[in-house]
């Protein structure tokens, strides 16, 4: 049992769907399904039934279901008063940033930072993804945001910081893995396999590649590379996706797609109608001085 699976059963009993709740949690369905099968296992016994084209608790589920709530109500107010006093240390910047980059590029970034600019300044980091990276950073809940950019964030200002190259995967038996390079044309009566257009990157890939298609099918949508890449692999597909370190774990052809090289950027974020200390400026400038390209190999294919 872990932390994840208890936020997962909450948001599953709101929400009623797999799909929503998957949705909103920003992870792939067959994870989430993955997940609530462990949690129950562990359990012992089932929490959720299904109602029609909805999720019901079993009586075994509502005597737990409460108890989750209220533990988490309580973690959640204990991590709020503790952040309070973190805040207020002097020298603290708080980072919210895409998982791929949480877990490659941003360490080496914050130890060069601390080495050559400042090493009494304090760094509270989460990993999330664009939606709640841009509504934290519009909450002032964070100083600095990496993340997609999406339209309807006035406040936020956004800079471009590196990109991803967007790429055609398919299992290496598949025809298109002798191409060197797949052009639009070649993926007009395929399965489709891609992010969810609820997303920033899916919105991009929706109005750049997908809207340039005819005759396809893309009924499966995902949250990100790893489900992408898991329904490539079951020979569900051919898979559209950035070219990030998630996909390493699979054995699978990487074909760069035909299309701009900018067509997916990452952005360097932050509110700019808020005030930012001497600190979040310093480290703002430094980090879009930063040489991101010694980085390439980490971002595509950290193992």
Do not use: W
């Amino acid at each position: 049992m872990n932390l994840n699976q208890l936020c997962y059963f909450r948001v599953l009993v709101e929400e009623k769907q797999y799909t929503k709740a998957a949705s909103k949690l920003f992870i792939s369905q067959p994870s989430l399904s993955n997940s609530m099968k462990s949690f129950e296992e562990e359990l012992g016994g089932k929490l959720l039934k299904k109602n029609g084209h909805q999720m019901q608790l079993t009586q075994f589920g509502k005597s737990i279901y409460e108890t989750i709530c209220t533990s988490l109500d309580e973690l959640d107010h204990g991590i709020s008063e503790a952040q309070k006093l973190l805040n207020q240390q002097p020298n603290t910047i708080k980072i919210a940033c895409l998982p791929t980059t949480f877990g490659t590029v941003l360490p080496k970034i914050i130890r060069d930072f601390k080495e050559s600019i400042n090493k009494s300044t304090h760094f509270i980091l989460s990993s999330k993804a664009s939606i709640p990276v841009m509504n934290g950073l519009t909450k002032e809940a964070f100083d600095v945001g990496i993340c997609s950019y999406k339209s309807g964030y006035d406040d936020l200002k956004f800079i471009p910081f590196y990109a991803e190259e967007i790429i055609v995967l398919v299992p290496k038996e598949h025809k298109l893995a002798k191409v060197k390079k797949v052009t639009l044309s070649q993926l007009n009566h395929q399965n489709i396999i891609t992010y969810t257009p609820e997303i920033p990157i899916g919105e991009t890939i929706e109005k750049d590649v997908l809207s340039k298609l005819s005759n396809i099918n893309n009924n499966n949508k995902q949250i990100d590379e790893v489900g992408i890449a898991g329904l490539v692999a079951s020979g569900q597909g051919v898979g559209i996706c950035a070219d990030t370190s998630f996909l390493a774990p699979f054995d699978l052809a990487k074909i760069p797609l035909k299309i701009p090289a900018n067509t997916r950027i990452v952005y360097v974020a932050y509110n700019n109608s808020s005030p930012r200390s001497k600190e979040v400026e310093s480290f703002i400038r430094f980090i879009l001085d930063y040489d991101i390209s010694q980085f390439e190999y980490l971002i595509k294919n950290k193992n």
